[in-house]
Each structure stands twice: as C-alpha cells, then as structure tokens.
C-alpha cells in the first residue's frame, strides 16, 4: 500500500490526481506544517528536504513529486508515461517545462494573494510575475492547437503536471479567455473522474 504525504492542497495534489488515474490503493497523510512537523526527525527520514510531497511504497521512498508521479506511471499505468517515445518525449518536455518556467511566476503570484494578508502584500511581485504569464501561456495554447492533449491523442502524466499549475490561474484572477485551446484541453481533463476526484480534495 503506498502512502503519499502532504496535503492535496499543495504540490502533492498532483501525485494525488497521479494515484487515482492509475487506480491504485494509497494512504494520503497530511503533514502539519504548521507545528514543523515536516522539518520533524521522523519526517526528515523520508524527506531529508523537509518538504510535501513524499511517498513511501514497501521499500521504495521517494520526494520531488515529479519523480513520484513517474515512479507511480512507471510501476502501476505504463500508458500515463506515453506510448511512444515522442509521447514520452512530450510528457517529459511538458512536465520540466510546468515545474521550471509556469509555475515559479505562478506560486509567486499564489503566495501573495494567499497567504500575504491584504496591507502586507507586495504588489510589484504580483505585477512582475502577472507579467510573466502572457508568454508562457501563449506557448502552451500554441502547442495545443488541434491537440487533445499535450502529448497527442494520449493522456500522459505531462498533462497531470502541467494541468496542476495552469489550473491554479483561474483562481488567480488570470482570465484563461484569450487562450481558448488551453481552455479546451483543461475542459476535456475535467471530464477526468481522477482529476475531479483531485478539485474536490483540494477545495
Ligand atoms: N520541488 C518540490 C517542491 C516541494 C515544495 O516546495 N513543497 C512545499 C509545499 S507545496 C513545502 O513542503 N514547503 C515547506 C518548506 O519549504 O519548508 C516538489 O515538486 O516536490
């Protein structure tokens, strides 16, 4: 029985939505990071980071929930990695891409409209940071013309991690009105019972 730590609301919602489309039995458990639990001797022995998500699978212990989500592809639904090597290839490309350049402007722009109350909040980090987001999703809407997903016809773990963030700008404010294949691609996922088993966890 694997067990997935961190909260659904965080960068283990994206494992989470990873486990239910590959149908396995798990065991989330939040970790209060409130109380440090996270930096706590016991955590840190899964996740010398200190950090959600982490998952521990019989002998297997993994943190970066980039590597869990192709451990969990990999091991239990081979077709989320892609069929083909280009449709890995995308998957790949994708997933890096979600990580390393949309969603460091996003979580900028989360963090302060979240957790920085109102009179403290920097608002030349949201601009910078809004910003940002014209290009990056211009790119992903281009890349989405006349694709079902971002790997092709195939629905792969690209989509799972890519999806995670950019379904984060409608709750930002970001108007998704100007990039219409975007809004089309995260329609046809929101069919997904495994992704809208994932929105109702982290509401
Ligand atoms: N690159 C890591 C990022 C993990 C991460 O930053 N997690 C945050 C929550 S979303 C965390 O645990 N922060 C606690 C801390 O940094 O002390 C991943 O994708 O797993």
């Known amino acids: 029985m694997i067990t997935l730590y961190g909260s659904p609301r965080s960068s283990a919602g ?20 409130k109380n440090k639990e996270h930096k706590s001797a016991d955590y840190l022995k899964i996740n010398p980071m200190g950090k959600v998500p982490a998952m521990v699978d ?3 212990t993994l943190f970066e929930s980039m590597a869990i989500n192709y451990y969990i592809a990999d091991t239990y639904k081979k077709e989320l990695l892609g069929t083909n090597a280009l449709e890995r290839g995308l998957s790949m ?3 890096f891409w979600a ?17 920085v109350p109102e009179d403290k909040r920097d608002h030349n980090i949201i601009e910078k ?3 940002k987001l014209p290009e990056l999703l211009s790119v992903l ?13 195939q629905f792969t773990i690209g989509d799972i991690n890519t999806a995670s963030v950019a379904s984060i700008c409608p709750m930002l404010g970001v108007d998704l009105g100007a990039y219409p294949n975007i809004k089309n691609w995260l329609g046809a996922i ?4 495994a ?9």
């Open 141 to 153: 809407n281009n890349s989405l013309a006349q694709k079902k997903y971002l790997a092709g016809d």
């Open 58 to 60: 019989g002998d297997v």
């Open 195 to 203: 992704f809208q088993k994932y929105q109702n966890l982290r509401k």
């Open 14 to 33: 994206r494992c989470i939505w990873t486990l239910e489309e590959a149908g396995v039995a798990y065991t989330q458990k939040d970790v209060d990071m």
């Open 129 to 131: 940071n809004l910003n």
């Open 99 to 115: 990580t390393a350049e949309l969603q460091p402007p996003i979580i900028e722009v989360f963090i302060q409209k979240v957790f």
């Open 190 to 193: 929101g069919d997904r019972p």
């Open 93 to 95: 490309q994708w997933s």
